[in-house]
């Protein structure tokens, strides 16, 4: 399936960022595949409203660049364009708690947090990067296990915090289907 003329505007200015020396040599490589595999329809284009799902296939990198080339393009997301479905999702990738987004008032997916991380220098994932999704559930209880756990501007305890509030606020979340 070849792209359309709205996904091939996207990969028309993503190929222009790479020959132009715009995007990092680390990833280059990576976002010239992937551009490739929009373009062929391999990859669902609509799927890069989130995020989230992004991030954790192809890199925090890769999403950034895809969304310089969209509003590059005019645009300000995928979905909404007639030649796209709207398919949103957050996924926390410790419980995999599953939160689908729907246009409604509902903030569910404020609950759920993207981590990036990149190892330094000497590490033997030297110049690797990964990225993942906790749902803040999930962010508690890691941090939970912290000698020294965060606190907030006011200096609380955020576990405390969250211990506070997750009876009335997280009822929610705590319901969500799991994968």
Not at 73 to 97: A, V
Request: glycine share 6%; charged share 25%.
């Amino acid at each position: 399936m070849a792209a359309n003329n709205f996904t091939q505007g996207i990969c028309d200015e993503l190929y222009n960022m790479i020959s132009s020396g715009e995007v990092v040599y680390e990833v280059r490589e990576k976002l010239k595949n992937v551009t490739a595999e929009l373009e062929m329809g391999q990859i669902n284009i609509a799927e890069f409203d989130h995020s989230a799902v992004i991030a954790d296939k192809y890199g925090q990198l890769i999403y950034d660049y895809f969304l310089i080339a969209l509003h590059r393009c005019g645009l300000t997301k995928i979905n909404g364009h007639p030649d796209t479905e709207p398919q949103r999702m957050f996924r926390c990738d410790c419980c995999g708690r599953i939160y689908h987004y729907s246009e409604s008032t509902c903030f569910t997916g404020n609950y759920f947090n993207e981590f990036d991380v990149r190892f330094a220098y000497g590490s033997p994932f030297d110049e690797s990067y990964i990225s993942f999704t906790l749902c803040e559930i999930c962010l508690f209880n890691l941090l939970r296990q912290f000698k020294h756990q965060p606190t907030d501007d006011d200096g609380q305890n955020m576990v405390k915090q969250f211990d506070k509030y997750r009876k009335d606020y997280y009822r929610e979340l705590e319901n969500l289907e799991r994968e």
